[in-house]
């Protein structure tokens, strides 16, 4: 994959202005709008909906919005948030009666599918779907909240990614989400992930435009 990407996650925005939140991150150098959602069902809280995903389409945003999906049943809410403006949407296959034909509900939405897997989630969902993948989206945390700790095993899991995509051919991206930040950022690249989620570490700090000018520096380094 030519491009490394970053994508802020908006859970660790400031909701009460959340459009000059997103407008700042993509202007400081962001690629991707990041969505969190959480039902309190599959996972233990409760972020945002599709109708947050259309305000910021209404108020003018046009970079690509990443949804990933950690609710259970999938297949609704893939139906709402395309129609409210998501660009790529993920969920998790333990959350779907049907993991294939959520993956071409996406596609018939016109937006492009990914399969989320968490910490202890076995890569075997991958066997049959990977000609149906835009992206494969490997948790470094466990699923519920932000502003937890990267977890070392996930480093032999994004290995384990890679040479499947190697091996399938096909052009699929490897996000990883969870405690992403830049002293740990090249590590991840080289270990096979090009579109990074970071929450806090982005939005926690006082200047946006530093921390992924310094994730970028990271990322120049691993591509060498």
Same mark, same amino acid.
């Given at each position: 994959?030519?491009?490394?990407?970053?994508?802020?996650?908006?859970?660790?925005?400031?909701?009460?202005?959340?459009?000059?939140?997103?407008?700042?991150?993509?202007?400081?150098?962001?690629?991707?709008?990041?969505?969190?959602?959480?039902?309190?069902?599959?996972?233990?809280?409760?972020?945002?909906?599709?109708? @947050?995903?259309?305000?910021?389409? !209404?108020? #003018?945003?046009?970079?690509? /919005?990443?949804?990933?999906?950690? *609710? +259970?049943?999938?297949?609704?809410?893939?139906?709402?948030?395309?129609?409210?403006?998501?660009?790529?949407?993920?969920?998790?296959?333990?959350?779907?009666?049907?993991?294939?034909?959520?993956?071409?509900?996406?596609?018939?939405?016109?937006?492009?599918?990914?399969?989320?897997?968490?910490?202890?989630?076995?890569?075997?969902?991958?066997?049959?779907?990977?000609?149906?993948?835009?992206?494969?989206?490997?948790?470094?945390?466990?699923?519920?909240?932000?502003?937890?700790?990267?977890?070392?095993?996930?480093?032999?899991?994004?290995?384990? @990614?890679?040479?499947?995509?190697? !091996?399938? #051919?096909?052009?699929?991206? /490897?996000?990883?989400?969870?405690? *992403? +930040?830049?002293?740990?950022?090249?590590?991840?690249?080289?270990?096979?992930?090009?579109?990074?989620?970071?929450?806090?570490?982005?939005?926690?700090?006082?200047?946006?435009?530093?921390?992924?000018?310094?994730?970028?520096?990271?990322?120049?380094?691993?591509?060498?």
């Amino acid at each position: 994959m030519s491009s490394f990407l970053i994508a802020p996650s908006i859970l660790s925005a400031n909701f009460a202005r959340l459009g000059e939140e997103v407008d700042a991150v993509l202007s400081a150098g962001a690629d991707i709008v990041h969505f969190d959602v959480m039902d309190n069902h599959y996972v233990p809280n409760l972020t945002i909906g599709p109708m @947050v995903c259309k305000a910021l389409r !209404d108020y #003018g945003v046009t970079a690509p /919005i990443d949804v990933h999906l950690m *609710v +259970k049943p999938v297949d609704e809410m893939i139906t709402q948030f395309a129609e409210a403006g998501a660009s790529y949407i993920s969920f998790h296959p333990e959350a779907s009666e049907h993991v294939d034909r959520s993956l071409q509900l996406i596609i018939d939405a016109g937006c492009k599918p990914g399969l989320v897997f968490n910490p202890a989630t076995p890569l075997h969902y991958l066997d049959h779907v990977m000609d149906k993948l835009h992206h494969i989206l490997i948790m470094s945390v466990n699923p519920g909240f932000g502003g937890q700790q990267f977890l070392p095993s996930t480093y032999d899991k994004l290995r384990q @990614v890679k040479q499947r995509v190697t !091996d399938s #051919g096909k052009n699929i991206r /490897i996000e990883i989400d969870g405690g *992403v +930040k830049v002293d740990n950022i090249r590590a991840v690249a080289e270990a096979g992930a090009d579109m990074f989620v970071a929450g806090s570490a982005i939005f926690n700090a006082p200047d946006y435009q530093q921390v992924i000018n310094d994730m970028r520096e990271e990322l120049r380094q691993a591509a060498c």
